[in-house]
């Protein structure tokens, strides 16, 4: 029998970085078996569901259904849920990615119960140490067997931290393995009535830093409001973002077309025939800089500055982004500097990596 390797997917972001690896592991190659456990942290399955079957994916072997409750809430039961199956179906390895809760509470899990723990897009930094996403990845990197980070510098900055030479490899960006899988398809849809390519921008929004407060939300619609002045903008909204909208008694700023959240290929297929994208997302920054669309990010700081080295993002306040709109508007089309490991080839060097350490897992199984 093979043994298992399992793969947590806590959050939709999580989905696109575990199908590269998902995908590498399910062409014919027999070291392991891969399995899905979802912890159920996004359980809507217009946040969630409808993502496997755009990517390619199953069903999840395991779903947890461990949702909602505040971070210490949601972790402790995510963390005893993760414990009871791998009680008694005990994995050869686990690869957690990305930061969310559901991911911290796999890994400190798997740590506990020393199961080699893996953590997939390692050593992100964003320098917001109250962020809960930034608590998260340091903890989760703090505890991992091994780190795989989605470029050279990343890889370094982890060696910095103190993390040993071996532990650490520079795999690539898999949010990129996935976009290239299913960009002919994405490509391939018609785009909603009275939009065209490169006619409107695109917006996300989701964060607590950003929706949470009333004085940032309104200050971001109200600059929504101006920017789209300049460019239609769509904005598929996250149910967050819509809950708190409401709670707040704000209205959908004028000119900005809402949508209900999409599915991976539909988000896609808009993304890659906008003029530019506004978002605080740290994957629709990779995706936008992968293919070389302008991204203004509504933060004041990102976790893979990258993107910027890259000419493609740029850090932006409410008060800036309608003059950034225009901004690139009249500029001439920017150039994407090429980004080394973001090949479409992150999951491949993730199976080889994998296979290396399982068999030297086996190796020191047989010497005890």
């Known amino acids: 029998m093979l043994p298992e390797v399992h793969l947590v997917a806590a959050a939709r972001p999580n989905l696109p970085k575990l199908a590269a690896l998902w995908h590498a592991l399910a062409t014919g190659h027999?070291?392991?078996?891969?399995?899905?456990?979802h912890t159920g942290q996004h359980e809507d399955p217009?946040?969630?569901?409808?993502?496997?079957?755009?990517?390619?994916?199953?069903?999840?072997?395991?779903?947890?259904?461990?949702?909602?409750?505040?971070?210490?809430?949601?972790t402790g039961r995510s963390m005893i849920?993760?414990?009871?199956?791998?009680?008694?179906?005990?994995?050869?390895?686990?690869?957690?990615?990305?930061?969310?809760?559901?991911?911290?509470?796999?890994a400190l899990a798997a740590r506990k119960m020393g199961i080699t723990l893996i953590h997939l897009e390692a050593g992100l930094?964003?320098?917001?140490?109250?962020?809960?996403?930034?608590?998260?990845?340091?903890?989760?990197?703090?505890?991992?067997?091994i780190l795989w980070a989605p470029d050279e510098a990343t890889a370094a900055r982890l060696r910095l931290e103190g993390h040993g030479a071996d532990a650490v490899r520079a795999v690539g960006n898999a949010m990129v393995d996935t976009q290239m899988r299913h960009l002919p398809a994405a490509r391939a849809k018609r785009l909603p009535r009275g939009l065209s390519r490169g006619g409107y921008g695109l917006v996300t929004l989701h964060r607590?830093?950003?929706?949470?407060?009333?004085?940032?939300?309104?200050?971001?619609?109200?600059a929504l409001s101006a920017a789209s002045r300049h460019l239609p903008l769509l904005w598929p909204i996250h149910p967050r973002a819509a809950?708190?909208?409401?709670?707040?008694?704000?209205?959908?700023?004028?000119g900005v077309r809402i949508m209900p959240p999409l599915g991976y290929l539909e988000f896609l297929s808009l993304l890659c025939r906008a003029r530019l994208v506004a978002t605080d997302s740290g994957g629709v920054q990779e995706e936008a800089t992968a293919l070389?669309?302008?991204?203004?990010?509504?933060?004041?700081?990102?976790?893979?500055?990258?993107?910027?080295?890259?000419?493609?993002?740029?850090?932006?306040?409410p008060e800036e982004l309608p003059q950034r709109v225009t901004e690139i508007l009249l500029a001439p089309a920017q150039v994407l500097r090429p980004i080394p490991l973001w090949d479409g080839r992150a999951g491949i060097r993730m199976r080889e990596h994998l296979q290396q350490v399982l068999e030297g897992e086996e190796c020191r199984a047989m010497v005890a």
């Open 30 to 37: 027999d070291f392991c078996k891969p399995v899905l456990l």
């Open 46 to 74: 217009a946040m969630f569901g409808v993502h496997f079957a755009d990517l390619g994916l199953p069903a999840p072997d395991i779903a947890l259904g461990i949702s909602g409750g505040s971070h210490a809430v949601l």
């Open 81 to 106: 849920a993760c414990e009871t199956v791998w009680k008694s179906r005990r994995p050869a390895a686990v690869v957690v990615a990305g930061d969310v809760d559901g991911a911290l509470a796999a």
């Open 125 to 145: 930094r964003s320098g917001e140490r109250d962020l809960p996403e930034e608590v998260n990845r340091r903890a989760i990197d703090a505890i991992s067997d």
């Open 208 to 222: 607590a830093s950003n929706v949470d407060q009333p004085e940032r939300f309104i200050a971001l619609l109200d």
């Open 243 to 254: 809950a708190q909208m409401k709670a707040f008694g704000f209205v959908p700023p004028n």
């Open 292 to 317: 070389g669309l302008p991204c203004l990010t509504l933060r004041g700081a990102t976790e893979r500055p990258i993107t910027i080295t890259a000419g493609m993002n740029r850090l932006t306040s």
